[in-house]
Structures are given as structure tokens and as C-alpha cells.
């Protein structure tokens, strides 16, 4: 018998915070934490975006604990998401139900790229505009619209005019620092 929301709501309580867990075809899938950088850049992205968003006051941007329950009945998180005011006007207690306008995945060394595309795919098939595959391992940012798909790289200016006219971040920026010695002797 498949289960439900109910049943993954149990989950993740038993679970705690430790976990991540989606409902996805009648399953709960539990996810493990993601690598240390794929959680920089998908909160560096997420950053970027809320800091230009939330002024504005068109929409909420949440990141990997938010679920959504989508019209399939899969309820899914992304690393990041935005939804439009208009279709959000008050943050729900539990999951939205509906797909975000934006999703966002962070590939984590466990990740597979195949399986990141069919999460992004199932989202743009269930209502969401644009779904964003970020891969820190080869410096990419993929960025889905139904059957289109655009390759972002360093050098390169993310926009998405279409979702967000206004809003961009250089590629390059989403990327973890590296420190060297001389800067943190500095700020000692």
C-alpha cells in the first residue's frame, strides 16, 4: 500500500533534523545531509536570490527543509525554491501544496546527475517554470524551461528574466571561497 503525507510527516519527526525525507510514487525516501559545499552553494544561490527577493515583497524563498506537496502527490524539497506571493500569500504551518516557479538542486558528492535532472524534470512536469541543476564538482549551472536547457559557467551571468527580470548573480560567486594564509593573518 502506498504511503502518504501523513506517513512522512511520522517519518521525519521520528527521524528528526538529521534527516531529509520526500515522498516520492508511494515511497519515502530518506536523505542523508548533503557534503559540506553543496550546502555553501545552495545557500550562497539562496542568499543572493531572498537578499533581492524579499525586498520586493514578490514572493518566499526557502531552502532544502521546505517540502512541497506537488500535484502528482510526490511531496518533494529542494536545496532551493521560490514561489510567487501571488500563489503563496501566507507560508503554510506544513508542506505547500503546489510546485514552486523556481527549484533549485545542489549536486552533493552522493548525487548522481541523472537522478538531480529526473527531480528537476518531475517538477517542471507538475507546474514549476524553471528548474536550476547546480554542479560544484564541474563549475556548471544547468537551467531547465520545459524542454529547453541553457549551460551556465564561470564567466557567466545567471538571469531569468522571465521568472525574475532584474535578478542576476555572476556564476562565479556561487562557488565555495578558498582562504589562504595571508587572508586570515589579516583579519586576525
Known sequence: MPLTVKDLETVQTKLGDAYRVELVDGRIL???????????????????LADWVEPKRIGRV???????????????????????????????????????????????????????ENKVANFLQQGTQVGILVNPEDCTVKVFRGSETVVFQNGDTLTLPDLLPGWSVAVSELWSPVFDEFEQENQE
Not at 34 to 43: C, I, N, T
Not at 72 to 99: C, G, H, K, W
Open 30 to 48: 530518506v536523505m542523508s545531509p548533503s557534503g559540506y559545499e553543496s550546502d555553501e552553494v545552495a545557500f550562497r544561490l539562496g542568499r543572493r
Open 62 to 116: 526557502t531552502g532544502s527543509s521546505a517540502g512541497f506537496t506537488l500535484p502528482d502527490s510526490n511531496t518533494r524539497a529542494p536545496d532551493v525554491s521560490f514561489v510567487r506571493a501571488e500563489r503563496l500569500r501566507r507560508a503554510p504551518r506544513s508542506f505547500a501544496q503546489l510546485a514552486p516557479d523556481l527549484m533549485v538542486e545542489v549536486k552533493s558528492p552522493t548525487d548522481s546527475v541523472e537522478e538531480l
